[in-house]
């Protein structure tokens, strides 16, 4: 930024325009520079180092095994600060990741989901469905944005998020207290790319029902509970102050390595991790840019 006001300074004194004429002309600049080049959002993931976990809690992770499943977690699972992780080998297995207990890896990762979360439910909402069931007639299609909860969230049926072509659309669902699946319910993402987004943001516990076929990040301020069966084909369970539970389940954080022959995509996404409507602080970075580059120039002509 610097060096574009020093090209300007230098383009202004060879053509010998006066110091006041060069500020006022700095300063049209300035403003049609931030007017034109600052995003209001930025699409950018933000779940940082926890993208790479497909399973966090922070007391304990748990799994049992009653059906013909076994668990199957792509990705890493943490847990932290706690240190337990139970029923995995050789009951569940975890690839395309390893078992992070209480190390710098899980501590970070924590980090990053609990900013991630606190970022998700500050977010102004587009849509208030405190009254709604999720799946039910007329709520079973939802276009990108902020879904707003002020209690509990439950989902019956089938659930089909529509970007409508575009590669970038986010779904964020801002629930004030629990979230639960019915048996068999599902969510489905159609008609987007690899920056999509879908973030449950749960104020308290989310339960998946027996064979719900879930798809987004699960990041609950409690714990998680998987029934048996239930699935995230493309996303994460995060459990930021209590456990995650999991009984036969099948997480992915990677549907294109690992779709565990569902057949669902996640286009590339990297488990619908991708943008997410966060506003971004750049036009005060720009502006004081601005400022500086000013303040230098003042300082040139004054020399």
């Known amino acids: 930024m610097r060096a574009i006001f020093k090209e300007i300074s230098q383009f202004l004194d060879e053509r010998k325009v006066s110091k006041i004429k060069c500020n006022y002309l700095i300063l049209l600049i300035v403003a049609l520079t931030a007017f034109l080049c600052i995003p209001l959002v930025s699409n950018a993931s933000i779940l940082n180092s926890a993208q790479s976990f497909a399973v966090l809690g922070s007391s304990t992770v748990t799994n049992d095994h009653s059906t013909s499943q076994s668990t199957q977690v792509y990705g890493n699972l943490g847990v932290t600060p706690g240190t337990s992780v139970t ?135 409690a714990s998680v509970g998987l029934d048996p069966t239930a699935a995230i084909l493309c996303g994460r369970a995060f459990a930021l102050t209590g456990a995650v539970t999991l009984k036969d389940n099948f997480i992915s954080n990677n549907n294109t390595a690992e779709d565990f022959d569902t057949g669902r995509s996640d286009f590339g996404s990297y488990g619908f991790s991708g943008g997410t409507p966060v506003p971004v602080p750049p036009t005060i970075f720009l502006l004081g840019s601005s400022i500086l580059g000013l303040a230098g120039l003042r300082f040139r002509f004054k020399g």
Request: net charge negative; charged share 5%.
């Open 87 to 221: 029923g995995f080998y050789p009951d569940g297995t975890v690839s395309g990741g390893t078992i992070h207990k209480n190390d710098g890896v899980a501590q970070l990762a924590k980090a990053d989901a609990t900013a991630v979360y606190n970022t998700l439910s500050g977010l102004p909402y587009d849509h208030n469905y405190s009254s709604f069931v999720l799946g039910s007639a007329g709520y079973d299609t939802l276009s990108p944005g902020v879904y707003y909860f002020s209690s509990s969230a439950q989902l019956t049926g089938a659930l089909t998020l529509d970007g409508g072509g575009n590669a970038d659309a986010t779904w964020v669902f801002q629930i004030g207290s629990t979230l639960t699946t019915a048996s068999d319910s599902s969510v489905n993402v159609i008609n987007t790319g690899s920056g999509a987004g879908v973030y449950w943001q749960v104020g308290s516990s989310a339960t998946l029902g027996t064979g719900t076929m879930f798809a987004g990040n699960i990041i609950a301020l």
